[in-house]
């Protein structure tokens, strides 16, 4: 895809404009593909298998394309706004950046992000053979159909958690990182768009947060024998949680194109009940 087809499909009234800059990129489990330019160019490269191939030539031919396209339209801007790229001190930016990077690693929230994540891991290798075992033990009942267990509906929920605390358990950290970058940066450089795209990420991070929890929750519920490694995981997150509400307060209410909007819509048309007497 060229500059100018990129550029008119961004012009295309059905996608909700930068919804995907404060998603969880779970597109699997979005309401909003339709209305996503961001799925739209995915989907345009999954129907061709060998740009999904790190080891095809086809992969690095479609990242360069996207790079190209990317720095034409980047150099565009920068013309339009009157920013010579070239006059750009890279070294000033370099020196910038590795400051940056220091700051947001020696966050509290971003080491208990990172601590989480590998917690997680530790979590899974330790028990990797009670989650075989469970499996097990669950095809065995579904089998022997006995009365009054449900062993499918309990194997969905364990899946279920499984995915979402895998899903979160690198994004938290990832979008906490790009919170405090955006802080840092914004009070370096005196802008006023950086906290604001800040608090979309905090935003994220916290809902990826919350799921989490709710996830290990339902883990406790399954696993109870595990209640002590869970409760550690719990007390991780909850305290995770409260250091990033306290470190972007901002964050809560932050409104992210398209999810957010459309949650206040229902909202407002969301039928009123009558008291009763
Ligand atoms: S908004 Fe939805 S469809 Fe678009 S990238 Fe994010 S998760 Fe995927």
Same mark, same amino acid.
């Given at each position: 895809m060229d500059k100018e087809q990129l550029k008119k499909l961004a012009k295309d009234p059905k996608f909700i404009s930068g /919804?995907? @800059?404060?998603?969880? #990129?779970?597109c699997e489990r979005c309401a909003f593909t339709s209305k996503c330019m961001n799925y739209a160019l995915s989907e345009d490269e999954v129907n061709d298998p060998r740009t999904q191939? /790190? *080891? @095809?030539k086809a992969f690095w031919d479609k990242l360069h394309e996207i790079f190209q396209v990317t720095f034409e339209m980047l150099k565009e801007s920068a013309d339009e706004m009157g920013?010579?790229? =070239?006059?750009?001190?890279d070294k000033e930016i370099q020196k910038q950046e590795k400051k940056v990077h220091e700051i947001v690693e020696n966050q509290l929230y971003t080491k208990a992000a990172f601590s989480y994540a590998k917690m997680v891991d530790d979590w899974f290798k330790s028990n990797n053979d009670l989650i075989e075992t469970r499996a097990e033990e669950m095809l065995s009942f579904a089998q022997a159909q006995?009365?009054? *267990? #449900?062993p499918d509906k309990d194997a969905l929920k364990i899946q279920d958690c499984l995915e979402v605390v895998r899903w979160y358990q690198h994004q938290i950290y990832v979008k906490l990182c790009r919170a405090a970058s955006g802080m840092i940066r914004g009070e370096l450089e005196? =802008?006023?768009y950086s906290p604001q795209d800040a608090n979309g990420s905090a935003k994220v991070a916290l809902i990826g947060i919350e799921r989490s929890l709710a996830a290990w929750g339902e883990m406790l519920n399954q696993f109870p024998e595990q209640e002590n490694s869970i409760l550690d995981l719990l007390v991780k997150l909850k305290r995770l949680l409260r250091q990033v509400e306290t470190a972007f307060p901002n964050a809560r209410a932050f409104i992210r194109p398209g999810f957010d909007t459309a949650v206040s819509k229902r909202k407002m048309t969301r039928p009123r009940h009558r008291k009763t007497k």
């Amino acid at each position: 895809m060229d500059k100018e087809q990129l550029k008119k499909l961004a012009k295309d009234p059905k996608f909700i404009s930068g /919804i995907y @800059n404060y998603c969880d #990129r779970w597109c699997e489990r979005c309401a909003f593909t339709s209305k996503c330019m961001n799925y739209a160019l995915s989907e345009d490269e999954v129907n061709d298998p060998r740009t999904q191939d /790190i *080891t @095809n030539k086809a992969f690095w031919d479609k990242l360069h394309e996207i790079f190209q396209v990317t720095f034409e339209m980047l150099k565009e801007s920068a013309d339009e706004m009157g920013i010579d790229l =070239n006059a750009i001190d890279d070294k000033e930016i370099q020196k910038q950046e590795k400051k940056v990077h220091e700051i947001v690693e020696n966050q509290l929230y971003t080491k208990a992000a990172f601590s989480y994540a590998k917690m997680v891991d530790d979590w899974f290798k330790s028990n990797n053979d009670l989650i075989e075992t469970r499996a097990e033990e669950m095809l065995s009942f579904a089998q022997a159909q006995i009365p009054g *267990t #449900r062993p499918d509906k309990d194997a969905l929920k364990i899946q279920d958690c499984l995915e979402v605390v895998r899903w979160y358990q690198h994004q938290i950290y990832v979008k906490l990182c790009r919170a405090a970058s955006g802080m840092i940066r914004g009070e370096l450089e005196n =802008n006023e768009y950086s906290p604001q795209d800040a608090n979309g990420s905090a935003k994220v991070a916290l809902i990826g947060i919350e799921r989490s929890l709710a996830a290990w929750g339902e883990m406790l519920n399954q696993f109870p024998e595990q209640e002590n490694s869970i409760l550690d995981l719990l007390v991780k997150l909850k305290r995770l949680l409260r250091q990033v509400e306290t470190a972007f307060p901002n964050a809560r209410a932050f409104i992210r194109p398209g999810f957010d909007t459309a949650v206040s819509k229902r909202k407002m048309t969301r039928p009123r009940h009558r008291k009763t007497k």
